[in-house]
């Protein structure tokens, strides 16, 4: 059973759009000696699967800061599913998103896939994976909050990520007009369509809910999918403006975008920070094999109460 998280008064969260005073003193704490480039979230590890104090007090910073980081370990192409999941356990994560496709483990195995069910969902394949946090079709209850990926096996070429702090996403758009923010925040901001199963059931049901949520703690949630097909936008003016601003940054030169190619050892620990992925070619002795672990939990000791004084 999930633990109820802190309660928290959502009117003094910085996330309320009515709370301007406590938005701005986070705002610019959240903003000083912000990381300025991916090497900045980049930490040395040894052995992901025991974490020294150092390790991850280095690694915990980050995701404070940043709401995500990277790591560099030694265990190179070992396919040890346990390298993740004793990693996400140092962090408190404890409630893994099960989803139908995963292995037994709960991880999913991100690799080609040339037949079966996997073959037909763009995970699954080389294609690019544009803009999105994970689990944005999840029902209300089983939002995702923690997203952690660990590589095992990188393409021949391609394959590189970009990643940007939801974070920050929302100061961008606060800054730029608070309306943006009051309108993604609707509950019926984004639907995405219910899944159809071959039988002609309903796989997964439809799902509406906001762009932007606070959480019981405070925390500020993000469900989003830069994707045309299989969602369904509030049809509105500022909704659609709001979007429109969104996507530029996401696809523009924003110093607050990070893209990069994570090698074998390497992995990212995060809160659910908005990403996408470059399309790859995979020969014989390169097949790009990533795991994906998500959670229903947020790191331990990233609240934003934790960290701001508001």
């Known amino acids: 059973m999930i ?16 709370d301007e005073a406590s938005y701005r003193r986070w705002r610019d704490a959240k903003l000083e000696n912000y990381p300025k480039s991916l090497g900045d979230l980049v930490v040395e590890i040894g052995d992901p699967r025991a974490l020294t104090e150092h390790e991850h007090a280095a690694l915990l910073a980050r995701c404070r800061k940043a709401n995500m980081a990277l790591y560099a370990g030694k265990t190179g192409d070992d396919p040890d599913p ?36 996997r073959q037909h969902y763009i995970p699954y394949t080389n294609r690019a994976i544009h803009w999105h946090t994970d689990g ?7 939002q995702i909050h923690a997203l952690n990926l660990h590589v095992v096996r990188q393409a021949a ?47 997964r049901r439809e799902e509406a809910g906001p762009v932007f949520g606070i959480t019981p703690a405070g925390n500020l949630h993000m469900r989003y999918t830069i994707r045309v097909n299989n969602v369904i936008w509030a049809d509105d003016p500022l909704t659609r403006e709001a979007l429109t601003y969104l996507r530029d940054i996401l696809d523009g030169d924003s110093p607050y975008v990070y ?11 995060s809160n659910n920070v908005l990403h996408d992925r470059a399309a790859f070619t995979d020969d014989a002795t390169h097949k790009r094999h990533y795991y994906r672990a998500r959670y229903l939990d947020r790191l331990a000791g990233t609240d934003v109460a934790e960290i701001y004084v508001l």
């Open 136 to 142: 944005y079709y999840n029902t209300a209850e089983r």
């Open 157 to 203: 070429q391609g394959g590189e990520n970009a990643l940007m702090d939801h974070e920050i996403a929302y100061i961008l758009l606060r800054d730029k007009n608070p309306d943006y923010i009051r309108a993604l925040m609707a509950p019926q901001a984004m639907t995405i369509p219910a899944r159809i199963d071959e039988g002609g059931t309903v796989a």
């Open 82 to 117: 346990e390298i993740p999941l004793a990693l996400a356990r140092r962090f408190g994560l404890a409630h893994i998103d099960r989803n139908w496709l995963a292995d037994d483990t709960g991880l999913t195995s991100l690799t080609v896939r040339d037949e079966g069910v």
């Open 3 to 18: 633990q109820p998280q802190r309660q928290f008064d959502p009117v003094s969260t910085p996330f309320s759009p009515e």
């Open 259 to 269: 893209r990069g190619r994570l090698e074998s050892g390497m992995g990212l620990v």
